[in-house]
């Protein structure tokens, strides 16, 4: 017993510890110990040490544990507490219905309530789980008679039981069926509560876990479970009272469903108003006048935005950017912000934001009258002032924050739509609200343009003005590669800035510091895996005997490696260690994220030396604001014209062109342009093909599969010998980031390492473009004399954005290809719509253009149409396909109508928005007789009385058979990615 006394006080003292946030690891870490200690003690005094499933089970729950810590993310974490919370159920159902023995009554009565509680705990927390990972509808679904269904069970399940004690009826046949009713009570429970009330019901069911938990340890007479599942048991309940009281919910309300089935009357919401704060000073909000320089005090208020967008990180950058304005910056944290308590400060901590600064609502309400600006991430019901004023709401008299005290908010919020309680939030159309609309990340974003005035440079105190630094008399210049550059994944970018200074002339090595990364080695690695060379890099010996003669060193995410308070700072814990001197060279700049001290701890005097210009911020970005002053503030690819100009090209009259691809096209990953790129040519008129090197790529047969990847058909895929016969009839020939293959100095420049070696022979078409990164010579060191021939045009840059100068060349800038100009977008009114019908496709999924077609939807109902989708049933790779993408994004099901009785609707519809599907919406199903789609049902769209047609392209679909859609007077066509044509047409209805 003194043993079970210790390790009970242990978890105590476990749990009281992660009430700080200091202590909390060491709780979870102590309480988790005592577990261990409680399952080993168990083992011993039972003497089953030596039983095989004891270990296999140990075995499978450390893998199962382990594998839980390390992959699930903290936006998964509710539904995983969920999952944890039925796993306790069942095992305390198990242990019960195990061990129950009915001639016992005390054992009977605990019996059949554990088997009861642990059922409902596990079918409940499952279905929790389920709803909170999107599986099921989120939303409360309640069937007929709901109420009477549960209480039936309920009672049932009493009754069964009683007959069973009193050995009225057999013991096995009772657990069955109290089992059976146990788990129909769980759903029934569960599936009526909504989201906003599953925080409650996560605490509430982690509770009754451990009270099973206890009553099965009074089946057994086990001391140690029954004081820890009560222990569990009390924790939960105490957690989820301070969770009601914070959500103003009863509990007795969420258990009988009450708050999902009420809904707040429209008359109600639009009676909630901002309280009138005395002598609050109005802003009227306009960005270009709006000063960050002149805050004081910032709060920021994250909600589970934030966690669904992951941009934690860029709320970090956020928060730093600001107080480098001389901001002092707090969060104020509401205890249900996410979906369990606790969600928000886990997330900042994650990006290591200082846990003094989360204020919980108490403290953070007493100042927000001092507040000069509130920016809400992601977060609604929690800061919705409708709570002090909209009786009979879900909400009312619900403890919020108080942000509307505040002189001035940012929201940042995916869209204005009200949070899970129903309600409308007056904060959006306050005066003193400016709205940023969208995801999280891409809103912090145009904030922090604007805190840095739309620059990444953050300028220390640089003696250098930038604009007179001369990148083209550099002779030395050494990169130091450090552990930041590893974690922005920099190393393509520092390769890109290295071949930037080489074109300017400048002789490039690196030097690299045995410690700069996780391990020795670490940069060498990073640097070889984008093929820089090997022997540009020196060691930390050989750099320091260079630095003295070397015109600029660019430090990228290196701190206590370039320190030279090494050499100065006794007492510290880098004095002493051998370190790159940098401070030697001419001139230095750093491309750190921030000038806070490295892991060392100890201040680098490089941060305010003359010599150094400071470039702070992701080190992708600011390699970026490099490249674009060595480019001339030009990162777009430059065409280099040899003979015939850009513009006087006709890609109207092509007849025959070769695409060759290359490994540049692999590097960057263009294969998804290059098809693009071909089906732009093809609606030109020109014959299309594709010749292939067998060395073009790392190995044989690489362009073939990249190229089959995007589903270009591998018949127009020509090899070495087939293509050189057909180069002399070949119109135009497109190189994409090939060169040795296509060196025609191969025929020619004896000695050289490709001299005598099969190459495309090219340079025999009418027409050659280069698109190349740049002119250097490839793999085998030899000049390609194509790139100064008067045949050739180069475009130097990377592929993806050299194609795209040739797609816009050959659209003319239109992506519409000048079709359906009668129907232009001045003609057709969005105000009159009254039925719209959506048809998603697979060019929809393709694109994961699911949360665009939710805000098209949101945007027509805003003017007041009524809108709808129409399910094909194999209009994406399986049936329910559809259904799935669009209950991703939480669009009601009621709206999706089945081909039937979509078909008997069109004739009635306004407008029919197709987005990405063609064969089942091809009306030749009606009449090509002898195609693979004649008789097959298909949704009759053309009966509407206008179609959009949102498709990548006007090809025929699977089938091969032409839509007549396309040429039909009442379609409209917007070819291109889904995404962008319905940012187009939500443009359009905006007006």
């Known amino acids: 017993m003194i043993i079970l006394g210790i390790l009970i006080l242990v978890i105590l003292f476990g749990i009281n510890s992660m009430s700080k946030v200091q202590n909390a690891k060491f709780g979870n870490r102590l309480s988790a110990l005592a577990m261990l200690v409680a399952i080993i003690y168990t083992v011993f005094k039972f003497e089953i040490l030596s039983e095989p499933v004891i270990w296999a089970a140990i075995i499978v729950g450390f893998v199962i544990g382990y594998y839980m810590a390390v992959k699930v993310s903290m936006i998964q974490m509710p539904q995983t507490v969920a999952l944890l919370n039925a796993f306790g159920g069942l095992a305390s159902a198990i242990v019960a219905i195990i061990s129950i023995n009915m001639e016992d009554k005390f054992v009977a009565i605990t019996g059949m309530l554990a088997i009861f509680i642990g059922i409902v705990t596990f079918v409940g927390s499952v279905v929790a789980a389920l709803k909170l990972a999107k599986v099921i509808n989120g939303r409360p679904i309640i069937i007929g008679g709901h109420s009477i269904l549960l209480n039936l069970s309920l009672i049932a399940s009493i009754v069964i039981s009683l007959l069973a004690i009193m050995n009225i009826l057999p013991t096995n046949f009772s657990i069955l069926i109290v089992s059976i009713l146990s788990v129909v009570f769980g759903i029934l429970f569960a599936i009526r509560v909504g989201g906003a009330d599953m925080p409650i019901v996560i605490s509430l069911l982690n509770s009754t876990s451990g009270v099973a938990g206890s009553i099965s340890g009074m089946v057994i007479f086990n001391p140690l479970l029954i004081s820890v599942g009560s222990i569990v048991g009390a924790s939960g309940l105490i957690l989820t009272q301070i969770m009601c009281k914070s959500m103003n919910r009863r509990l007795i309300d969420i258990l009988i469903g009450s708050t999902s089935t009420k809904k707040p009357s429209k008359k109600t919401q639009t009676k909630a108003s901002v309280p009138v704060v005395e002598n609050k000073e109005i802003e009227k909000e306009i960005k270009d006048v709006f000063s960050y320089d002149n805050l004081k005090k910032v709060t920021i208020v994250p909600g589970y935005g934030m966690a669904l967008s992951q941009a934690q990180a860029k709320v970090k950058e956020l928060m730093e950017a600001l107080e480098k304005k001389g901001a002092e910056v707090d969060f104020a944290i509401h205890l249900v912000a996410g979906r369990m308590p606790g969600h928000m400060n886990v997330l900042l901590a994650e990006v290591d934001i200082d846990y003094t600064k989360f204020k919980e609502l108490e403290e953070a309400n007493k100042n927000f009258e001092n507040t000069d600006l509130v920016i809400v991430i992601g977060a609604n019901d929690v800061v919705n002032p409708a709570a002090n004023t909209a009786e009979g709401t879900p909400i009312y008299g619900m403890p919020v924050l108080d942000i509307y005290k505040a002189k001035k908010i940012f929201v940042l919020n995916f869209d204005t739509k009200s949070g899970y309680a129903g309600v409308e939030n007056p904060l959006y159309e306050d005066e003193n609200t400016r709205l940023i609309l969208g995801d999280a990340k891409e809103s912090i974003e145009t904030l922090l343009s604007e805190i840095r005035n739309e620059k990444s440079v953050a300028v220390g105190v640089p003696p250098v003005n930038v604009d007179s630094f001369d990148y083209n008399n550099l002779k030395k210049v050494t990169i130091v590669p450090g552990y930041g550059m590893a974690l922005s994944q920099a190393q393509a970018k520092v390769k890109e800035l290295m071949e930037a200074l080489e074109k300017k002339g400048a002789e490039v090595d690196f030097a690299i510091h045995p410690v700069a990364g996780r391990m020795p080695g670490h940069m060498n690695v990073l640097l070889a895996e984008v093929n820089i060379d090997y022997t540009k890099f020196k060691e930390l010996e050989e750099a320091n005997k260079n630095f003295e003669s070397t015109d600029l060193v660019i430090v990228i995410g290196a701190n206590d490696v370039v320190n030279p308070a090494a050499n100065t700072a006794e007492g510290t814990p880098i004095y002493g260690m051998p370190v790159l001197d940098i401070y030697k060279a001419k001139k230095i700049f ?354 509407a009385s206008k179609v959009f047609v949102l498709n990548f392209d006007t090809k025929s679909g699977y089938a091969g058979v032409d839509n007549p859609l396309y040429e039909d007077s009442k379609a409209r066509l917007i070819l291109g990615d889904a995404k962008e044509s319905i940012a187009k047409l939500i443009e359009e209805i905006n007006g």
Do not use: C, W
């Open 590 to 943: 750093v491309l750190n994220f921030d000038t806070k001290p490295g892991y060392a701890g100890v201040e680098n005097p490089l941060y305010e030396d003359e010599n150094t210009r400071l470039i702070l911020g992701d080190a992708k970005e600011s390699i970026e604001t490099l490249l674009s002053e060595i480019r001339n503030e030009n990162t777009t690819p430059v065409s280099e014209v040899v003979g015939v100009a850009s513009d006087s090209f006709d890609y109207n009259n092509l007849k025959k062109v070769t695409i060759v691809p290359g490994y540049g096209m692999a590097l960057s990953q263009a294969q998804a342009k290059v098809k693009e790129l071909m089906e732009a040519l093809e609606k030109k008129g020109a014959e299309v093909d594709f010749a292939i090197h067998p060395v073009a790529g790392r190995m044989p047969g690489h362009m073939n599969v990249l190229l089959a990847e995007v589903d270009i058909d591998y018949t127009k895929f020509k090899e070495l010998e087939e293509a050189n016969k057909n180069f002399e009839n070949t119109d135009l020939v497109i190189v994409i980031g090939a060169n040795d293959v296509v060196n025609p100095a191969a025929n020619t420049a004896e000695g050289t390492p490709i001299y005598g070696m099969p190459v495309l022979d090219i340079y025999k078409a009418k027409k050659i473009f280069v698109l190349n990164f740049d002119k250097k010579p490839g793999y085998a060191g030899v000049e390609n004399p194509l790139y100064e021939d008067e045949n050739t045009r180069l475009i130097l840059g990377d592929a993806k954005e050299s194609i795209s100068i040739l797609l816009d060349e050959i659209k003319n800038d239109n992506p519409n290809l000048g079709k359906n100009v009668e129907n232009s977008n001045d003609k057709f009114s969005y105000d009159n719509l009254k039925e719209v019908t959506i048809v998603p496709g697979y060019g929809m999924a393709l694109s994961q253009a699911q949360a665009k077609v939710k805000e098209l939807m949101e945007a027509l109902e805003k003017k007041g149409a009524e809108v709808d989708f129409a399910i094909h049933p194999v209009a994406g790779r399986m049936p329910g396909h559809m259904n799935v993408l669009l209950a991703e994004v939480d669009i009601d099901y009621t709206k999706f109508k089945e081909l039937e009785e979509a078909n008997e609707n069109f004739k009635n519809k306004d407008l029919v928005i197709v987005i990405g599907a063609n064969d089942v919406v091809n009306p030749a199903a009606n009449t090509a007789e002898g195609t693979p789609i004649y008789g097959m049902p298909v949704l009759n769209v053309s009966e």
